[in-house]
């Protein structure tokens, strides 16, 4: 039975008046919160964003572009897609990029990170993140977005980031290639000296008069045939002599020569390879298009006065409502329970 009249009591509250039975205590209470609330807006120091919008260049090096035979395909100028934009979003948020940052605008004394303090660079790094984010657009767009109590600082943080990309890619690009270069001259030189121990090889057999096997033999034996049916003894001698040359190191020269032709196309392959490497690393090419560079901003990122006046006051209400609802709904089956 008291079970039906507590349910029966809290169904049939008429909400409105009981708003208006705690007008004086939610009225109290409502503008103490919005008195409170309103003064810790204030108190919080206003953040300013400024933002770099670029997009990623492609991957293609220099050297494949200007050697493409299908221009179209290896493009400097075409904007990077999903894959360079995501290749680009990792390089943001690598350590080099961080660090040489902090160290050209000098944000650790910015920041105010006391370095004598054991966990100091843990502290710099969440500054430093707390404060710079990253964001890749449906358009495969960069977003470099930076907060900073300083309108100025911030645009000077985003645009750092953003010129420093083009050090650090080029820095990264530039390590892979030079040990690149250094496997393909090591391997270079190993053809060359192949090579070059192939023409020597060749030459010994030229001293010996073999020079183009197949068109010589042809010729000798035709030469030959020409000697036996004339009955020329002396001649049939000779060419049987130089016949005998090419029969004992034939199989030689067609080796050597064959192996010399492969390994000479080998040798140009690695030569034009070094070549590409070498203008990569000693070209200068920008790896991003920025479409806008960071401004100071004119107008704060917050705090949301307004906003924070108007969720803390309408939440101090409903909680000293349900406060209030709840105080009065246990007076109420108290009072039941003893009738």
Do not use: C
């Amino acid at each position: 039975m008291n079970s039906k009249k507590q349910v029966d009591f809290l169904n049939n509250q008429n909400l409105l008046v009981l708003m208006y039975k705690w007008r004086k205590p939610l009225l109290i209470i409502s503008i103490a919160a919005f008195i409170i609330s309103a003064i810790t807006s204030f108190l919080i120091k206003e953040t300013y964003q400024s933002t770099v919008t670029l997009f990623p260049g492609t991957i293609n090096s220099v050297s494949k572009t200007l050697i493409s035979r299908d221009p179209a395909k290896e493009d400097l100028l075409k904007f990077g897609e999903k894959e360079e934009a995501e290749q680009m979003f990792q390089i943001l948020l690598s350590d080099k990029i961080r660090n040489q940052t902090i160290r050209n605008l000098n944000l650790i004394e910015y920041y105010g990170i006391d370095t004598t303090q054991s966990k100091w660079k843990t502290d710099l790094k969440e500054s430093f993140q707390g404060n710079v984010t990253f964001n890749i657009t449906k358009f495969s767009a960069i977003e470099i977005n930076v907060l900073d109590y300083s309108p100025e600082m911030a645009a000077k943080i985003a645009n750092e980031i953003a010129n420093l990309l083009d050090t650090v890619t080029k820095e990264i690009k530039n390590q892979v290639a030079l040990n690149a270069v250094h496997t393909i001259e090591t391997e270079y030189n190993q053809k060359a000296e192949l090579v070059k121990a192939l023409q020597d090889s060749l030459t010994l057999l030229r001293i010996l008069g073999i020079n183009e096997f197949d068109s010589q033999v042809e010729r000798y034996t035709e030469q030959l045939s020409i000697a036996i049916l004339e009955n020329k003894t002396n001649a049939i001698k000779e060419l049987e002599k130089r016949l005998a040359v090419f029969s004992n190191h034939g199989d030689k020269f067609i080796y050597f020569r064959d192996k010399l032709f492969t390994e000479q196309k080998q040798l140009y392959s690695l030569a034009l390879k070094l070549d590409e490497i070498k203008v990569d690393i000693s070209t200068n090419v920008s790896s991003k298009f920025v479409i806008d560079y960071a401004t100071p901003a004119d107008k704060k990122h917050a705090p949301k006065r307004m906003i924070i006046v108007l969720i803390s006051t309408m939440s101090a209400f409903l909680l000293a409502f349900v406060f209030l609802l709840l105080k009065d709904s246990i007076s109420k089956l108290k009072l039941s329970e003893q009738a």
